[in-house]
Nanobody, 128 residues
Protein backbone atom coordinates (compact mmCIF):
# COMPACT_ATOMS: atom_id res chain seq x y z
CA UNK A 1 0.00 0.00 0.00
CA UNK A 2 2.36 2.65 -1.28
CA UNK A 3 1.25 6.24 -0.84
CA UNK A 4 2.94 9.28 -2.32
CA UNK A 5 2.55 12.90 -1.30
CA UNK A 6 4.06 15.81 -3.19
CA UNK A 7 4.91 19.16 -1.72
CA UNK A 8 6.94 22.25 -2.51
CA UNK A 9 4.96 23.81 -5.31
CA UNK A 10 4.12 27.47 -5.45
CA UNK A 11 4.09 30.65 -7.47
CA UNK A 12 7.43 31.89 -8.73
CA UNK A 13 8.67 34.41 -11.26
CA UNK A 14 10.33 33.31 -14.48
CA UNK A 15 13.91 32.37 -13.76
CA UNK A 16 13.05 31.36 -10.24
CA UNK A 17 13.46 28.03 -8.51
CA UNK A 18 11.43 25.52 -6.57
CA UNK A 19 12.25 22.25 -4.90
CA UNK A 20 9.53 19.64 -5.10
CA UNK A 21 9.43 16.73 -2.70
CA UNK A 22 7.74 13.36 -2.93
CA UNK A 23 7.31 11.51 0.33
CA UNK A 24 6.47 7.83 0.28
CA UNK A 25 4.79 5.82 3.00
CA UNK A 26 3.43 2.32 3.32
CA UNK A 27 6.36 0.74 1.47
CA UNK A 28 10.07 1.27 1.00
CA UNK A 29 10.74 3.64 -1.85
CA UNK A 30 13.99 1.88 -2.67
CA UNK A 31 12.04 -0.77 -4.59
CA UNK A 32 10.46 1.64 -7.04
CA UNK A 33 11.42 3.65 -10.05
CA UNK A 34 9.97 7.11 -9.58
CA UNK A 35 8.73 9.47 -12.23
CA UNK A 36 7.80 13.12 -12.10
CA UNK A 37 5.00 14.21 -14.39
CA UNK A 38 3.19 17.43 -14.99
CA UNK A 39 -0.07 18.51 -16.48
CA UNK A 40 -0.76 21.97 -17.78
CA UNK A 41 -4.34 23.19 -18.17
CA UNK A 42 -5.94 21.68 -21.24
CA UNK A 43 -2.99 19.41 -21.98
CA UNK A 44 -2.16 15.78 -21.45
CA UNK A 45 0.00 14.69 -18.58
CA UNK A 46 3.62 14.49 -19.67
CA UNK A 47 6.71 12.92 -18.23
CA UNK A 48 9.25 15.34 -16.82
CA UNK A 49 11.90 13.13 -15.30
CA UNK A 50 12.46 9.73 -13.79
CA UNK A 51 14.95 8.02 -11.56
CA UNK A 52 15.49 4.31 -11.16
CA UNK A 53 15.13 2.58 -7.83
CA UNK A 54 18.88 2.57 -7.24
CA UNK A 55 19.39 6.02 -8.72
CA UNK A 56 21.62 4.78 -11.52
CA UNK A 57 19.28 5.67 -14.38
CA UNK A 58 17.95 9.19 -14.77
CA UNK A 59 16.04 10.71 -17.65
CA UNK A 60 14.65 14.15 -18.42
CA UNK A 61 12.45 15.44 -21.16
CA UNK A 62 14.38 17.67 -23.51
CA UNK A 63 12.70 20.88 -22.45
CA UNK A 64 13.92 20.59 -18.85
CA UNK A 65 17.43 19.28 -19.40
CA UNK A 66 19.97 21.50 -17.72
CA UNK A 67 17.28 23.17 -15.61
CA UNK A 68 15.73 20.40 -13.52
CA UNK A 69 17.47 17.86 -11.33
CA UNK A 70 15.92 14.71 -9.94
CA UNK A 71 17.34 12.99 -6.89
CA UNK A 72 16.33 10.53 -4.25
CA UNK A 73 17.12 9.64 -0.69
CA UNK A 74 15.92 6.12 -0.14
CA UNK A 75 16.81 6.21 3.54
CA UNK A 76 14.29 9.02 3.96
CA UNK A 77 11.77 7.58 1.50
CA UNK A 78 12.02 10.80 -0.47
CA UNK A 79 12.41 11.85 -4.08
CA UNK A 80 13.09 15.42 -5.10
CA UNK A 81 12.82 17.51 -8.20
CA UNK A 82 14.82 20.71 -8.20
CA UNK A 83 13.37 23.20 -10.64
CA UNK A 84 15.69 25.98 -11.74
CA UNK A 85 15.42 28.70 -14.35
CA UNK A 86 11.70 28.22 -14.45
CA UNK A 87 9.69 29.30 -17.46
CA UNK A 88 5.99 30.06 -17.80
CA UNK A 89 5.56 26.90 -19.84
CA UNK A 90 6.67 24.90 -16.79
CA UNK A 91 3.39 25.80 -15.14
CA UNK A 92 1.21 22.87 -14.20
CA UNK A 93 0.38 20.34 -11.56
CA UNK A 94 3.39 18.18 -10.81
CA UNK A 95 2.91 14.58 -9.79
CA UNK A 96 5.28 11.93 -8.58
CA UNK A 97 4.53 8.32 -9.36
CA UNK A 98 5.96 4.90 -8.62
CA UNK A 99 6.40 2.04 -11.07
CA UNK A 100 5.07 -1.17 -9.59
CA UNK A 101 7.14 -3.25 -12.01
CA UNK A 102 10.45 -1.67 -11.12
CA UNK A 103 11.99 -4.97 -10.10
CA UNK A 104 11.72 -6.26 -13.67
CA UNK A 105 13.80 -3.60 -15.40
CA UNK A 106 16.89 -1.57 -14.65
CA UNK A 107 15.82 1.63 -16.37
CA UNK A 108 13.08 4.04 -15.48
CA UNK A 109 10.67 5.53 -17.99
CA UNK A 110 8.71 8.73 -18.38
CA UNK A 111 5.63 7.04 -19.79
CA UNK A 112 2.51 7.70 -17.76
CA UNK A 113 1.08 4.23 -18.32
CA UNK A 114 4.10 2.57 -16.73
CA UNK A 115 3.26 3.97 -13.32
CA UNK A 116 0.89 2.51 -10.81
CA UNK A 117 0.98 4.73 -7.74
CA UNK A 118 0.38 8.45 -7.89
CA UNK A 119 0.48 11.37 -5.55
CA UNK A 120 -2.15 14.07 -5.42
CA UNK A 121 0.01 16.63 -7.19
CA UNK A 122 1.45 19.99 -6.28
CA UNK A 123 0.82 23.16 -8.25
CA UNK A 124 3.68 25.01 -9.88
CA UNK A 125 2.89 28.40 -11.36
CA UNK A 126 5.51 30.45 -13.16
CA UNK A 127 4.40 33.97 -13.95
CA UNK A 128 5.44 37.58 -13.68
Amino acid sequence: QLQLVESGGGLVQPGGSLRLSCKASGAALEYYHIGWFRQAPGKEREGVSCISSDGNDIDYRDSVKGRFTISRDNAKNMVYLQLNFLRPEDTGVYYCAADGNSELVYQCTTYTNDYDYWGQGTQVAVAS
